[in-house]
């Protein structure tokens, strides 16, 4: 399975001492549980922005990627489009929050072990073997990871290679953020940030072994990955991107598929649901792989008779 999927967009400030400074650790975990497909007719579009509508009642969704590299901006036009033309920006959740010391605390607590166990203990000697020459090569020590559960372990590998490759956490997310702060919109957010903690918490609890086996292979894929990710959302390639993040989850990983994703979405139609039904016009960003699918918010909200246009 395409682990990489998962912390497609992964990214935050340049990465030194890292294991050391628990703030740039969260900031790590929380991006990347902002990650993170579509039985609709137009496989190829303008860009990955969408206008749901009821009545004369708008709602914009706009897939995010969660980094980018300064050559990536400036982001397609309908993105600013429908910022232009929204009241409320909508995202997964708190973006700002992560400034908060506590919350800070909280992600290292959960997102580490704290009751003996660590990755030593927990995986198979050849999972173990293989993540400790992969670490070494990368010249890191391996005992300054080996508390971190495997959500952190592989985020954090993952975002090393991003950071060779360029991205910067100036993702849409941290862009639209800080624009709308600036310029005085209300923002909103879907989710918590402490039920963002539980996803990332317990991604690889009960098959640590071959979840880590798994990333280890598809790290070496990342490069290439990401090249093709960025080109299917620059261009709403919807087809693509459901390849690229759903149909190996699905197959090989139906569980994660279903809390990571399908769950996710169930519980984001109400909200979207309940804008739909005000006057304020919201532009909701989340992760590229949430709109994508036969489970994705855009065929649910097709399936309950929205309208749905792509920009």
């Known amino acids: 399975m395409n682990i990489k999927n998962l912390i497609q967009v992964v990214f935050i400030n340049p990465l030194r001492n890292l294991t050391t400074q628990p703030g740039k650790v969260n900031q790590i975990l929380f991006l990347l549980l902002l990650s993170s497909t579509l039985g609709l007719n137009n496989s190829v579009a303008d860009t990955s922005v969408w206008e749901v509508s009821s009545g004369s009642n708008t709602v914009y969704l706009g897939g995010t990627v969660h980094l980018l590299r300064p050559s990536d901006y400036p982001l397609p036009a309908e993105y600013e489009q429908a ?116 996803f990332l918490a317990e991604m690889g609890e009960g098959n640590e072994s071959e979840f880590i086996l798994m990333s280890l292979e598809d790290i070496d894929e990342t490069d290439e990955m990401m090249e093709a990710m960025i080109e299917a959302w620059r261009s709403g390639d919807n087809r693509s991107l459901s390849d690229l993040f759903v149909a190996d989850m699905q197959s090989e990983a139906p569980e994660l598929y279903e809390s990571l994703l399908i769950n996710r979405n169930l519980r984001w139609i109400p909200q979207i649901e309940e804008m739909l039904r005000d006057r304020d016009t919201e532009f909701v960003l989340v992760g590229a792989a949430h709109l994508v699918g036969n489970q994705g918010l855009l065929e649910l909200l097709s399936a309950k008779g929205y309208q749905i246009r792509q920009l």
Not at 115 to 141: C, H, I, W
Not at 172 to 181: C, G, H, K
């Open 83 to 198: 910022y232009q033309d929204s009241s409320h920006l909508v995202f997964e959740t708190d973006i700002s929050s992560m400034n908060d010391l506590s919350i800070q605390a909280s992600m290292l607590q959960q997102l580490t072990y704290s009751d003996g166990r660590t990755l030593k203990t927990v995986l198979s000697e050849e999972a173990y073997t293989a993540l400790s020459d992969y670490v070494a090569s990368s010249g890191m020590p391996m005992m300054m990871l080996d508390s971190f559960k495997p959500g952190l372990l592989i985020s954090t590998l993952q975002v090393i290679e991003f950071q060779k490759m360029g991205f910067t956490p100036q993702g849409v997310d941290a862009y639209f953020n800080t624009r709308a702060i600036g310029d005085g919109k209300t923002l909103g957010q879907l989710e918590t940030v402490q039920e963002k903690i539980g």
